[in-house]
């Protein structure tokens, strides 16, 4: 029994840890979709996006208020997005998607990041062309509307291709086309679980095992900090 608690204590510790990291990136997400396209969901794609994964992770409907509040206090005026893109360990290719009010220190983050797991930041740019920039939405699968149907309804919308895996459907688009595939969806009933802009390595490699866990822990650490929104890399 004694076992037993310590390890509920610690699944549940290490939710709370995760929620710890997880939410202040999806406020931030929150907050700055509201800044820079409106703070009402229904004529901000972006927000209401930002606010249907917020959910997705069980984020408290205070949590997201708050976030939309803050997007007109004048502590939000000074933060930017910025990509930053890097050579991690065994070469692979590594994009990091950041909100920052301070681009000194987060650049200096992950520099360090980067140079402790056997990477370099490389300049702006360098990679960009060898990555996609895709809008992707995850869903169910639909019970009363075929694959199909589906794909007849989201050409027009932007669809590039509709995939399924077990029983998750993903739509992908160019990323230009994620509010009128955001608005198709809806119009098509379809109840979207996750939405995002990510980028797609066009080559992707594949490596080892142990080769792996090296980029995983570069990765892990890039993640922890909360400046970072994303990482993305080329590993297939």
């Known amino acids: 029994m004694g076992r037993a608690f310590e390890y509920r204590r610690a ?20 907050t700055m979709a509201a800044r820079d396209g409106g703070t009402d969901p229904e004529m901000n794609a972006r927000l209401r996006t930002a606010i249907l994964n917020a959910k997705a992770q069980n984020m408290p409907k205070d949590n997201i208020k708050a976030a939309i509040d803050r997007a007109s ?41 980067l140079s402790k797991n056997g990477g370099t930041v490389v300049p702006t740019g360098s990679l960009e062309f060898m990555f996609s920039r895709k809008a992707v939405f995850e ?11 589906l794909e007849l309804e989201l050409i027009e919308a932007g669809l590039e291709s509709l995939e399924e895996y077990d029983d998750t459907w993903y739509v992908y688009g160019d990323f230009t086309n994620f509010g009128t595939l955001s608005k198709a969806l809806e119009d098509n ?6 939405a995002s802009l990510k980028r797609i390595a066009l080559n992707p490699v594949t490596l080892s095992e142990e080769q792996m866990t090296d ?19 080329n590993i297939a």
């Not at 699944?11 to 929150?30: H, T």
């Not at 692979?92 to 520099?111: G, K, P, Y």
């Not at 009933?189 to 996750?194: A, T």
């Open 139 to 149: 869903f169910d699968t639909p019970e009363n509307l075929s694959k199909d149907d």
């Open 215 to 233: 980029v995983e822990k570069l990765i892990d650490r890039l993640e922890d900090d909360d400046d970072i929104q994303a990482v993305y890399t």
């Open 73 to 113: 206090g004048k502590d939000t005026a000074d933060y930017a997005e910025i990509t930053y893109e890097g050579k991690g360990p065994h070469g692979v290719l590594v994009m990091i998607e950041a909100a920052t009010d301070n681009n000194t220190r987060t650049i200096a983050n992950v520099r360090a990041s």
């Open 11 to 30: 699944s549940k510790e290490a939710r709370w840890d995760k929620m710890s990291k997880l939410f202040p990136k999806l406020s931030k997400a929150i």
């Open 189 to 194: 009933g379809i109840e979207v679980k996750k």
